[in-house]
């Protein structure tokens, strides 16, 4: 299991990668992370049967989040700026562990270039969001039973 803030370290070097190869890539933003992260749970959850983060999904208004992220990142809409140590120490990590890699980028492959707004009215037809109350967490019970039809191993 890895802390929350090197996957979303891992996101935003990935980022900052896209954009310094394609100026037409917006930086990453606080709520697209938070959708992003959801999505890379419930891959993970479904391709593994483990979270890949400690932290709990809870459906705000806007859809899941993580409310330590959204705290770290709080009044900040952007969160790439600039990329330091950690970040690429926290994206080579990742990178590493064969698996955990696979799952990330193929969630930013699929999701990645998706705004924030397209992602968010995902997560709201999606029953996990749906059928979770506001500010409560959403169970890995409801992701996993809806991803699972949504994430499966290729052979």
Do not use: C
């Not at 190869?21 to 930086?27: A, R, S």
């Not at 959403?138 to 191993?153: A, R, T, W």
């Amino acid at each position: 299991m890895y802390d929350v803030f090197q996957i979303v370290n891992w996101l935003r070097v990935k980022n900052y990668a896209d954009m310094r190869q394609n100026p037409n890539v917006e930086e990453l933003t606080q709520m697209k992370a938070m959708k992003l992260l959801y999505y890379i749970q419930a891959a993970n959850l479904v391709l593994t049967g483990n979270r890949l983060f400690d932290n709990d999904l809870v459906a705000w208004k806007y859809g899941p989040v993580v409310v330590e992220v959204h705290n770290k990142y709080v009044h900040q809409r952007e969160i790439v700026e600039k990329i330091d140590d950690e970040a690429l120490k926290d994206y080579r990590i990742l990178e590493a562990d064969q698996q955990t890699a696979d799952i990330l980028n193929s969630i930013y492959d699929i999701y990645g270039h998706s705004s924030a707004y397209d992602l968010m009215r995902q997560t709201h037809k999606e029953k996990p969001w749906q059928e979770t109350p506001q500010s409560s967490v959403i169970s890995d019970e409801k992701i996993k039973e809806f991803y699972s039809g949504v994430f499966e191993f290729e052979n």
